[in-house]
């Protein structure tokens, strides 16, 4: 299987009731020893500024965020651990490119800029990731339990948490909730 690393997951009817239950994961790596992602659509209780006071952050009037932005719940693997999705911006300490316009961030040095004129254009805060080993991803896409699409810009900074799983289904021309948790193969 090609590498899934700037697709989106869309997850399938059969994970109802599971953690993943109506998840869209934005997955940054994907290669031979496994893959990780960022769920995109679940948010936390904890608001941004919220955040960035208790690390004793302050903003500015120039910051690129709304007042209430929310820290999106990732997945379940090391959620203390923060992840900064964001537009294409340098300097940082512990940066990875997933693509011309996107980067991972997890130093904390990102998050003080958050709150100033100086934060990426775009951006996604969450805490933990999702994680499969070696083969898993492609045992669960091969059992009916993901779909996946190429990333694509507007779903990911720009539609409301809550419509994102609707809407990712829409550039494979049907709507999810036409889905069926039936698995069948031709």
Request: glycine share 6%.
């Amino acid at each position: 299987m090609d590498s899934l690393q700037n697709h989106f997951l869309i997850a399938m009817p059969s994970l109802k009731e599971t953690y993943f239950e109506r998840s869209v994961i934005y997955l940054c790596e994907h290669n031979k020893k496994g893959a990780m992602g960022i769920i995109i659509n679940r948010p936390s209780p904890i608001l941004l500024n919220e955040l960035l006071i208790q690390i004793n952050v302050k903003g500015d009037d120039k910051a690129h965020h709304n007042d209430d932005q929310k820290i999106l719940i990732g997945g379940p693997v090391t959620p203390e651990r923060g992840f900064v999705l964001h537009s294409n911006q340098t300097g940082w300490k512990q940066s990875k490119a997933l693509s011309d316009e996107l980067m991972l961030t997890t130093s904390q040095d990102i998050l003080a800029s958050l709150g100033s004129a100086n934060a990426p254009k775009e951006f996604i805060v969450a805490l933990g990731a999702s994680v499969w080993d070696r083969g898993q991803l492609e045992q669960e896409i091969a059992d009916n339990t993901w779909l996946s699409i190429p990333a694509d810009h507007t779903l990911l900074f720009d539609v409301d948490y809550d419509l994102r799983w609707q809407y990712a289904t829409q550039p494979l021309g049907f709507d999810a909730w036409q889905l069926s948790n039936q698995i069948g193969h031709a």
